[in-house]
């Protein structure tokens, strides 16, 4: 970190970064502004315009100097799954030497295996696990992460992944979201009965995880392999009858319906979304949800369904970008990584990336305070060693974060 860029303190509540082109993700254009300054102030952006027309008022604050870097919202990773246990590295060596995802399935491997091993794990063993990825977060500038569980799939552990996802936003000063995802998978002892799977997730834990203020949203994965419309919608009323607002996992694998039922319960976001169709994408743009498009999993996947980008942008749909970031099949933790895949698989701009992991990410967590530089936004703000936003997207190994503020306080 550079040492020309003194770092602030809770007690230093009101500053002033200077010498910046400021990205302001107003616009499709990023809404850039050159020689710029802007005012932090008790949490908060208090101004923001060109160094020559600083108020007087400000003019006396403590100064730093940006040195004509880029300054923008600091990022926001909206889908993670960032809790487990264990490790699927040996199922990636098996699927190089031809093994099926069946085949490793029947041995016991696959998402059931991730879910043995997070039961098995305590609290603290899988806080030791989960918190170092929060970390690697943290350090590319991310300052808000959603974390889903469902790798539980029990009342016990279910509660015990969010448990965990809130302590990470306790012990970090990133802001972690946290989502109820145990409509995942069928666990063991319900094989071949999912009503009975989804009598416990609506009538036990998604009461239970809301009574303990455990959770901020409910997600249900809508598949082929997954659970059907009508089972999806079961756990949708679950929620709404708690309280919750939904999200969805959706048309990953092929057309559920799931995307249009997400945006009749007005929800926040569906995700995935290679097999959307026409009729999803109309009611994603009339309900103003989020599409989160996850590049990670389409690369670990090796996917080849591109999700349909340019009907999405012919109808006004955000478009989010996020890690995915889980043990099998986005084991990924760079979300500027994701940003160029965006662009490189699924043809985004740099621009339309940019939006992704700022305002439209935020959307997604259903956060309008952050996610853009304007007055009376959370300052959570990355200056970066870039001099123009592409770069970012363009090149990747170099980590190019120079300072990170969460509301104000130099990370």
Same mark, same amino acid.
């Given at each position: 970190?550079?040492?020309?860029?003194?770092?602030?303190?809770?007690?230093?509540?009101?500053?002033?970064?200077?010498?910046?082109?400021?990205?302001? %993700?107003?616009?499709?254009?990023?809404?850039?502004?050159?020689?710029?300054?802007?005012?932090?102030?008790?949490?908060?952006?208090?101004?923001?315009? /060109?160094?020559?027309?600083?108020?007087?008022?400000? *003019?006396?604050?403590? @100064?730093?100097?940006?040195?004509?870097?880029?300054? /923008?919202?600091?990022?926001?990773?909206?889908?993670?799954?960032?809790?487990?246990?264990?490790?699927?590295?040996? !199922?990636?060596? @098996?699927?190089?030497?031809?093994?099926?995802? @069946? !085949?490793?399935?029947?041995?016991g491997g696959g998402i059931l295996a991730t879910v043995k091993a997070t039961r098995e794990a305590s609290e603290s063993e899988l806080f030791a696990q989960s918190l170092p990825r929060a970390k690697a977060l943290l350090g590319q500038g991310v300052a808000h992460i959603e974390i889903k569980s469902g790798y539980g799939l029990s009342l016990k552990d279910e509660l015990k992944q969010l448990r965990v996802a809130r302590r990470i936003g306790n012990e970090l000063p990133l802001k972690v979201s946290t989502t109820l995802l145990a409509a995942h998978a069928l666990p063991p002892e319900f094989k071949d009965n999912a009503d009975g799977y989804i009598d416990l997730v609506c009538n036990e834990i998604i009461p239970a995880a809301a009574a303990e203020n455990l959770v901020d949203a409910v997600d249900v994965f809508c598949e082929n392999i997954g659970f059907s419309r009508a089972q999806s919608e079961r756990v949708f009323q679950a929620a709404s009858a708690n309280g919750l607002p939904v999200k969805i996992h959706a048309e990953q694998l092929s057309d559920q319906d799931g995307t249009a039922l997400m945006a009749e319960y007005h929800g926040l976001s569906a995700d995935h979304l290679e097999y959307l169709s026409e009729k999803g994408i109309a009611a %994603?743009?009339?309900?103003?949800?989020?599409?989160?498009?996850?590049?990670?999993?389409?690369?670990?996947?090796?996917?080849?369904?591109? $999700? $349909?980008? *340019?009907?999405?942008?012919?109808?006004?749909? $955000?478009?989010?970008?996020?890690?995915?970031?889980?043990?099998?099949?986005?084991?990924?933790?760079?979300?500027?990584?994701? %940003?160029? %895949?965006?662009?490189?698989?699924?043809?985004?701009?740099?621009?339309?990336?940019w939006l992704g992991v700022t305002r439209n990410g935020a959307r997604a967590l259903g956060e309008h305070n952050q996610g853009q530089l304007a007055v009376g936004q959370r300052a959570d703000i990355a200056l970066w060693n870039l001099t123009s936003p592409e770069q970012i997207c363009y090149e990747f190994g170099i980590n190019p974060l120079a300072q990170l503020w969460i509301e104000g306080v130099a990370v």
């Open positions: 970190m550079p040492s020309s860029i003194p770092v602030t303190t809770p007690e230093q509540n009101a500053f002033v970064i200077h010498s910046i082109t400021a990205a302001r %993700m107003n616009a499709a254009d990023l809404g850039l502004l050159t020689q710029a300054s802007v005012v932090i102030e008790h949490g908060k952006i208090a101004w923001l315009g /060109t160094s020559s027309a600083l108020p007087e008022a400000y *003019q006396g604050l403590p @100064q730093i100097n940006g040195e004509g870097k880029l300054l /923008t919202p600091a990022l926001t990773d909206c889908h993670t799954h960032l809790v487990w246990a264990g490790s699927r590295a040996g !199922e990636f060596r @098996q699927r190089l030497h031809g093994a099926s995802y @069946q !085949e490793i399935a029947e041995a %994603m743009a009339k309900s103003g949800a989020v599409a989160v498009l996850l590049p990670g999993a389409f690369y670990f996947l090796r996917e080849t369904k591109l $999700p $349909p980008v *340019q009907a999405l942008r012919d109808a006004g749909v $955000p478009i989010a970008i996020a890690t995915d970031a889980n043990p099998g099949s986005s084991p990924l933790l760079q979300l500027p990584l994701m %940003m160029h %895949m965006a662009c490189a698989f699924f043809r985004l701009t740099p621009e339309e990336a």
